[in-house]
């Protein structure tokens, strides 16, 4: 259980591997998505599946310029990047799962490592300080 992950690519650069459960709760008070919105702080979910990435997902908050959220530089170059798309920025935290927009599921360990080679994201274990 503890293997269930996701990614999130805070505004300040900050990339972490937040537990992931709880998705599935059609039931809960706070909705299907709860523990999505908990992540990035969003109660508007936009949902973007990645191609050719073996189901990966990235949400981001829908009102994030509404809300004046600052802008994410990594999560901005790595959304446009995957998606080959013209840089696109994206305000406010970039949450990577897997699954697809209608049924986001956690990642393994071995999948969060397979989504950082994906993504060209550098591990936090193997940054070189200088």
């Not at 702080?41 to 191609?51: H, M, R």
């Not at 949400?59 to 990594?74: E, P, S």
């Not at 071995?110 to 989504?115: L, P, R």
């Amino acid at each position: 259980m503890s293997d269930m992950k996701a990614i999130l690519i805070e505004p300040d650069g900050e990339i972490t591997t937040p537990h992931f459960a709880g998705v599935a709760a059609p039931d809960h008070p706070g909705g299907r998505l709860w523990y999505l919105r908990g992540l990035i702080d969003s109660a508007a979910l936009n949902a973007v599946e990645v191609p050719n990435s073996s189901g990966l997902v990235f949400w981001t908050d829908g009102r994030a310029f509404v809300r004046m959220r600052y802008a994410n530089r990594i999560g901005s170059a790595v959304f446009a990047h995957a998606l080959s798309l013209p840089l696109q920025v994206i305000c406010g935290p970039l949450l990577i799962t897997g699954g697809s927009p209608e049924e986001p599921q956690a990642l393994t360990a071995a999948q969060v490592i397979e989504a950082f080679e994906h993504l060209n994201l550098e591990r936090a274990d193997e940054a070189i300080e200088g």
